[in-house]
């Protein structure tokens, strides 16, 4: 298995422009994860779904942040319109029913200038 | 907010040095999982410990879960310069898990 696929690896915008963050998690995982990282706040969970539903967004920033599970094989994380503050690694993670054990992407950097 | 509070927040030791790293909360948590960060990479799973009091061996990695199932600790023996790297507590509640906000561990050839 090619484990959680994230893209793209790194991106930088200016502010007000829209960024899309994709995930592609393990075939065969029930819940995705994103995450966000940054040195003051370290891993926050922003959002998580449970077999394409989203459960707890309750840390999803503000309403410039949505995210999306078309299907079992894609997740989208956008930001619109993106702010400076914006500026972060974001974690793609799943994980199967039966385990906590949660596997995850390699990130994408963001940088909003 | 269950928060989960590391220490220490960075380790500098030399290769062959014993260390400990400790993971602290208020909160109760059904289970509590150690990860670690490799720059430019995502955490990976070490060890998940359910049960209070539990001890969980890998290699030279020690991790035990506190009796109440509120702290853990990572003690490491003969640290080498692989050993390097961010290490994150994660506490879990339905389905739900709260990182801590990590040590930073450096080892020195």
């Known amino acids: 298995d090619a484990g959680v696929i994230q893209s793209p690896r790194h991106e930088v915008t200016e502010m007000g422009q829209e960024v899309t963050l994709r995930c592609k998690p393990i075939?065969?995982?029930?819940?995705l994860f994103w995450y966000r990282q940054t040195m003051m706040r370290g891993l926050e969970l922003l959002i998580y779904?449970?077999?394409?539903?989203?459960?707890?967004d309750s840390g999803m920033p503000e309403d410039r942040f949505s995210a999306k599970m078309p299907n079992a094989s894609f997740s989208t994380l956008k930001i619109q319109p993106s702010e400076p503050r914006d500026s972060a690694v974001y974690f793609c993670?799943?994980?199967?029913?039966?385990?906590?054990?949660?596997?995850f992407g390699p990130g994408t950097r963001l940088t909003v200038t | 907010t269950q928060l989960l509070e590391q220490s220490p927040q960075f380790l500098s030791i030399q290769e062959g040095e014993n260390l400990t790293v400790y993971c602290n909360s208020s909160?109760?948590?059904?289970?509590l999982q150690w990860y670690r960060q490799e720059p430019g990479e995502g955490p990976v799973l070490l060890v998940t410990?359910?049960?209070?009091?539990e001890v969980k061996k890998l290699k030279r990695l020690t991790f035990q879960f506190g009796d109440a199932r509120k702290d853990s600790s990572l003690h490491i023996t003969a640290a080498q310069p692989g050993d390097t790297g961010l290490y994150l507590c994660?506490?879990?509640?339905?389905?739900?898990?709260?990182f801590g906000d990590g040590t930073t561990l450096t080892v020195k050839p």
């Open positions: 993670a799943s994980s199967h029913r039966t385990s906590v054990q949660q596997y």
């Open positions: 075939s065969g995982h029930d819940y």
């Open positions: 779904f449970n077999n394409n539903v989203p459960i707890d």
């Open positions: 909160s109760v948590f059904s289970s």
């Open positions: 410990v359910v049960t209070g009091g």
């Open positions: 994660a506490g879990n509640n339905a389905g739900k898990s709260t």
